[in-house]
């Protein structure tokens, strides 16, 4: 699970990056769903990021089956 969120970070990195992310609004602290700590790399790299990593991607996940 912790491979897509290094991938985004290798992009920002590389200036890859289009539109991540809410631009704009503040990343939460804490996950939405899990109320786990989001990390600060995550929060730079995602602006506007409400859930974690795995809830992030959880929700992708779901959101490709419907």
Do not use: W
């Not at 897509?4 to 631009?23: C, D, I, M, S, Y």
């Not at 939405?32 to 995550?42: F, Y």
């Amino acid at each position: 699970m912790a491979q897509k969120p290094e991938r985004l970070f290798q992009a920002e990195a590389l200036g890859n990056v289009g539109t991540v992310g809410n631009p704009g609004f503040t990343s939460f602290f804490k996950c939405a769903e899990c109320d786990g700590d989001i990390p600060e790399r995550r929060r730079q790299a995602v602006p506007g990021c409400r859930l974690c990593a795995a809830c992030q991607e959880e929700q992708d996940r779901k959101s490709h089956l419907s």
